[in-house]
């Protein structure tokens, strides 16, 4: 099975000091998708530089011409699906269809009450996104959507001419519990998680694959209870939050260590994080650059 790598670039750099640079740089290692969050601000990156996702990626789009970029990932916390959707194919003909939504419940982090809201409970998180991604889905894919839900109404939105790519640009959808998954079986493309967050702190290696081998089995499930082959959906790991996170980009031949235990559950595409200096993605540099161009070759050698 052939395994993608792609990176996560933190948009924590003005594009004249630095971020233009990265996003460049990503492209010339051969990352096959570079994504950034899309916060408000982030945790411990709170009270320094945080730039907006879509200015970011169209800004990217603009100086790259062959590597994937995307959110990893977009939330309900402060999107609205009208204009979350003219943003997209937007970026989508910038880009000249290379973008890749990722979208996710989102947490209780900032995003949660930056508008003035109260944070909503995990039910009402799973909730929001159920209603948000079908409408979504039809604002990228038909010419005027009306809709009248719980938490998203829509009168006539209108994205002519739609999307680049056909019928609509890529969703990766991030979930683990059997909403989410059930969700990323209908209308997903390609599944993200970052394994079980409840092993991070103390877990075990041999725990968190075995964790996310159930989440992969349980994808499977969804799939099939709706007649769909989740074959070519691709399966994508975040890394960075599974307990050996700390030590997985110290070198080559451990990433590929860990690339090709993650490869035998299934997963076909890992994303790793641009380094960071002082924080916690605080990565070597050259490590992380022979890491973006010799480790598929030597798993696969």
Not at 167 to 195: D, S
Not at 280 to 299: H, M, N, Y
């Amino acid at each position: 099975m052939s395994l993608r790598l792609s990176t996560v670039i933190l948009p924590v750099r003005r594009w004249s000091g630095g971020g233009r640079d990265q996003w460049l740089r990503a492209e010339g290692l051969g990352f096959h998708t570079a994504y950034t969050y899309d916060h408000l601000s982030w945790r411990t990156f709170r009270d320094g530089p945080w730039f907006g996702a879509v200015p970011t990626l169209t800004a990217a789009a603009a100086v790259t011409e062959r590597m994937r970029l995307g959110t990893l990932v977009t939330s309900p916390n402060f999107r609205h699906p009208v204009t979350l959707a003219k943003d997209l194919i937007t970026l989508d003909d910038v880009s000249d269809g290379r973008i890749t939504l990722g979208i996710g419940a989102g947490g209780n982090g900032f995003d949660a009450t930056a508008l003035g809201q109260d944070p909503w409970s995990p039910r009402e998180r799973a909730d929001r996104l159920a209603e948000f991604v079908p409408l979504l889905d039809r604002l990228l894919t038909e010419d005027a959507v009306t809709h009248e839900g719980t938490f998203y109404s829509a009168d006539e939105a209108r994205n002519i001419p739609g999307c680049v790519q056909g019928p609509r640009l890529p969703f990766a959808i991030a979930a683990t519990g059997p909403r989410g998954l059930r969700l990323a079986a209908r209308h997903g493309q390609a599944w993200v998680t970052t394994g079980d967050p409840k092993l991070f702190e103390e877990g075990t290696p041999e725990q968190s694959l075995a964790a996310l081998g159930g989440q992969i089995e349980r994808l499977g499930k969804a799939f099939a209870e709706i007649g769909r082959d989740p074959e070519p959906v691709e399966k994508i790991l975040l890394t960075g939050f599974t307990p050996e996170a700390h030590t997985v980009l110290e070198s080559v031949d451990r990433f590929v260590d860990f690339a090709g235990r993650h490869r035998e559950l299934g997963f076909t595409e890992l994303v790793i994080h641009a380094p960071v200096p002082d924080s916690v993605f605080a990565t070597d540099e050259a490590v992380f650059e022979r890491i973006a161009t010799e480790a598929l070759a030597q798993l696969d050698g």
